[in-house]
């Protein structure tokens, strides 16, 4: 099984649309991360949760709504959104950088969002 | 507001060059700085992981060193191989130590 998995993989949308994307880690970590990689540019950090508190919202637009139940499992809720939201958005996942934990990020495959 | 240049953008090498990616960044203020590989269309797969006090990092053929005080990284890979072929990615955290800042990449290719 795989440390960080991100569902679906493929998302066509129209502007009207509500969907969300599912990011799951089997790491044991307690922070989780949205990141979105457009084209030509560098990835973008979206939002951070640690232990299922929001800590950083990157002056993100309301129609991305961030949601973390629980350590594990980070969605991203979708809706409204624009041709030029069409992106790779990324999940991550990380210890806190306490005592021997370094910190390290670790990524999933990304959900490839297309928006008509 | 930290910056990441990655040079060069694109380089293409014959199977078993030793090369040099580079790396810089404009906030010295860093807690650990990491590698990653990222394939066509994929994830990001973290290579290595330098923390600020550390000037070097190697795993198998490659080597990773850090000059936290004039800003620079290097990604070193040994006998480059066909599977190298990716695009290489630097990310100094920006103060706290999770929170990473990317460069646009290294598109490397390795051909026979």
């Known amino acids: 099984e795989t440390g960080v998995t991100q569902t679906p993989r493929h998302l066509v949308m129209g502007m009207t649309n509500k969907k969300s994307l599912k990011c799951e880690q089997h790491l044991g970590h307690n922070a989780m991360y949205w990141y979105k990689q457009s084209a030509k540019k560098p990835l973008e950090l979206m939002f951070v949760?640690?232990?299922?508190?929001?800590?950083e919202n990157n002056s993100v637009p309301s129609r991305f709504s961030p949601e973390c139940p629980n350590s594990s499992h980070l969605f991203l809720h979708l809706h409204t959104l624009q041709p030029e939201d069409s992106a790779l958005y990324l999940c991550?996942?990380?210890?806190?950088?306490?005592?021997?934990?370094?910190?390290?990020?670790?990524f999933g495959e990304g959900s490839r969002l297309t928006v008509l | 507001k930290q910056e990441v240049t990655q040079i060069p953008a694109a380089l293409s090498v014959p199977e078993g060059e030793n090369l040099v990616l580079n790396c810089s960044f404009t906030d010295s203020a860093i807690y650990n700085l990491q590698w990653f590989r990222q394939d066509p269309g994929k994830g990001l797969t973290s290579l290595l992981l330098?923390?600020?006090?550390?000037r070097e990092q190697t795993s198998g053929r490659l080597n990773a060193s850090l000059d936290k005080s004039s800003g620079r990284s290097t990604l070193y890979i040994a006998a480059s191989q066909p599977g190298d072929s990716a695009t290489y990615l630097c990310?100094?955290?920006?103060?706290?130590?999770?929170?990473?800042?990317f460069g646009t990449g290294t598109r490397l290719q390795v051909t026979l």
């Open positions: 949760y640690n232990f299922k508190e929001q800590t």
């Open positions: 990310a100094p955290s920006a103060g706290t130590a999770s929170k990473l800042t």
């Open positions: 330098i923390q600020s006090s550390q």
């Open positions: 991550a996942s990380s210890r806190p950088p306490i005592g021997v934990a370094t910190g390290e990020l670790f």
